[in-house]
Antibody, heavy 121, light 110 residues
Framework: QVQLEQSGAEVKKSGASVKVSCKASGNTFAGYYIHWVRQAPGQGPEWMGWINPKSGGTKYAQKFQGWVAMTRDTSISTVYMELSRLRSDDTAVYYC??????????????WGQGTLVTVSS | QSVLTQPPSASGTPGQRVPISCSGSSSNIGSNTVNWYQQLPGTAPKLLIYSINQRPSGVPDRFSGSKSGTSASLAISGLQSEDEAEYYCAAWDDSLNGPVFGTGTKVTVL
């Protein structure tokens, strides 16, 4: 059973950067894209983009282009999401997620436990 | 932020059928499949329905989905106390070139 394990909660100042990790267990790390989704308090989820763990290729939602970077380290089956120039409205729980094999690639059935990022001024 | 519109709340007594609507546009629900998630407080969303009406392994058949035009619906039949949660619809959006999510519906079991 594949699991995604994320790094712990972070508290950052406005203008700083945060890097969240997501480690995949099991032997299918390179077989599925990993997506990042964030959820601000009391709001619905928001898709940020994906990374192809095999090639390192990425696609970011237009809103995040220029200030998010998704990378991977295949030697430890881990992907990273770094968000720069943090603002208070970036306070949210950040999730990594993997698509369901039977869907078109946009339905996520495996999620990390979430990483709370709090941005203070 | 949320592109798909859902009613903020829905409720029912145990055993009842509860429908939840999700309204979108031609760039998302109108031209792509719909997925539904259940989220309990403090936990990650759980995939409930994908590709409009397919259930992942382990999801009870009390949950069913449908789509018509630019709207979709999730139905919970035989409502149970453990169904009390937040429910989100989602669909691929051709303009965003990524998935968009709904505003969420809080289901309460009376």
């Amino acid at each position: 059973q594949v699991q995604l394990e994320q790094s712990g909660a972070e508290v950052k100042k406005s203008g700083a950067s945060v890097k969240v990790s997501c480690k995949a267990s099991g032997n299918t790390f390179a077989g599925y894209y990993i997506h990042w989704v964030r959820q601000a308090p009391g709001q619905g989820p928001e898709w940020m983009g994906w990374i192809n763990p095999k090639s390192g290729g990425t696609k970011y939602a237009q809103k995040f282009q220029g200030w998010v970077a998704m990378t991977r380290d295949t030697s430890i089956s881990t992907v990273y999401m770094e968000l720069s120039r943090l603002r208070s409205d970036d306070t949210a729980v950040y999730y990594c997620a993997r698509p369901h094999s039977g869907s078109g690639g946009e339905a996520f059935d495996i999620w990390g436990q979430g990483t709370l990022v709090t941005v203070s001024s | 932020q949320s592109v798909l519109t859902q009613p903020p709340s829905a409720s029912g007594t145990p055993g009842q059928r509860v429908p939840i609507s999700c309204s979108g546009s031609s760039s998302n629900i109108g031209s792509n499949t719909v997925n539904w998630y259940q989220q309990l407080p403090g936990t990650a969303p759980k995939l409930l329905i994908y590709s409009i009406n397919q259930r992942p392994s382990g999801v009870p058949d009390r949950f069913s989905g449908s789509k018509s035009g630019t709207s979709a619906s999730l139905a919970i039949s035989g409502l149970q106390s453990e169904d009390e949660a937040e429910y989100y619809c989602a669909a691929w959006d051709d303009s965003l070139n990524g998935p968009v999510f709904g505003t969420g519906t809080k289901v309460t079991v009376l």
